[in-house]
Nanobody, 116 residues
Framework: EVQLVESGGGLVQAGGSLRLSCRAS????????IGWFRQAPGKEREGVSC????????NYVDSVKGRFTISRDNAKNTVYLQMNSLKSEDTAVYYC?????????WGRGTQVTVSS
């Protein structure tokens, strides 16, 4: 069974940091690009960042460039999202998924709340 389990969210003040983790199981992790997505209340889910399977190249949505860093540890089947200089607009539920996203792989996500 494929599982992607997000963790590491929480409540943080504006300007603070959090590190999210996405632990994968049930498929050959090394072969897949992985993305982080988020959904804020009343908004559609959006892509935040992604990391390739082959060379570890990364991409970010403009609103998080310079503040967020995505990385992966294939030995641990885990992708991380280091989030610094957090802003209130980063408040959302954060999810990870393969790229392109597979509907059956969406997990529960992890809540990130940034207080101003």
């Amino acid at each position: 069974e494929v599982q992607l389990v997000e963790s590491g969210g929480g409540l943080v003040q504006a300007g603070g940091s959090l590190r999210l983790s996405c632990r994968a199981s049930g498929f050959y992790f090394d072969d897949y690009a992985i993305g982080w997505f988020r959904q804020a209340p009343g908004k559609e889910r959006e892509g935040v960042s992604c990391i390739s399977a082959s060379d570890g190249s990364t991409n970010y949505v403009d609103s998080v460039k310079g503040r967020f860093t995505i990385s992966r540890d294939n030995a641990k089947n885990t992708v991380y999202l280091q989030m610094n200089s957090l802003k209130s607009e980063d408040t959302a539920v954060y999810y990870c998924n393969t790229l392109p996203p597979t509907n059956d792989y969406w997990g529960r996500g992890t809540q990130v709340t940034v207080s101003s």
